[in-house]
């Protein structure tokens, strides 16, 4: 058993070592400039400093990582949290009721295919200059995926529940809060994973917008300046925090979803 989770543990840092080790030799063969492909080393440094003002390399940016994640974090948690709500909301709503599916998907739909990034004037306009229009656009990020994972949830439950409910007399408002949300929480928990993702992805989008902190606004900044070792430690600083997110919604859906595991082991043993 012991030899077993040495060899999973293995097998999970393999490729991400391999690709460290051939990006180190490549940003040191001479075929590319130091600076415009920092090697990984390069980019460790950075990214520390960074985090703990080691020795000042990243100048002004020296142990301010903790202030722009937490900058970030919050434009993320607010857009994302506002999303989750409404998207949960109005995809139970459209998944089921016709009558709501017939009058308010067609526009929904028609809005879905516009980028979050086209959206940016009118944020601006709409919202001034300050975390708002951030917010929004990572709203806009998470809102469609959460929706569209909600209806196929709701949608695509067993019917065979819902009349079980009827046949027991259950109304129709405890149908929905009683059956059919536990039953689509697994196609929602999806939403929600794919939402967070497409949150931390449009960060750098939304923190171009009237925004001096956060890590995407560190990306652009740096950008600027060709600190593109700082350039790629944004990078992963967000894939980390995104990383971290998801390992929080997994958290919270095998906690909700104990029934759904419970009842898997059951029909195995079966």
Known sequence: MAWRQIQSKIERITVPLL?????????RSGYLPPALLPP???VLAALADWMFAIDGSTQDYAGTWIRHVLASSSRVAAGFGIA???GV?????I??????EK???????????????SWIPLAI?????ADKPAIFLVFLGSFFPILMNTIHGVKT??????????????SERQLLWNVVVPAALPSIFAGLRIGVGSAWMLTVTAEMVAVKSGVGYVLWDTYYFLRYDMVIASMVSIGLLGYLSDIAIKLLMNRVLRWQRASTIQSREG
């Open 103 to 117: 009058t308010v998907e067609p526009t929904l739909q028609m809005l879905r295919p516009i980028p979050p990034v």
């Open 40 to 42: 990984p080393s390069a």
């Open 125 to 129: 306009i709409w919202f001034g200059i």
């Open 19 to 27: 690709i460290l080790i051939g990006w180190e030799a490549f940003s």
């Open 89 to 93: 909301i109005i995809g139970t709503g």
């Open 157 to 170: 439950i067993d019917r065979n529940l819902i009349r079980a409910g009827a046949m027991m007399g259950a």
């Open 84 to 86: 989750a709500l409404i």
């Open 95 to 100: 998944g089921w009721s016709r009558f709501i």
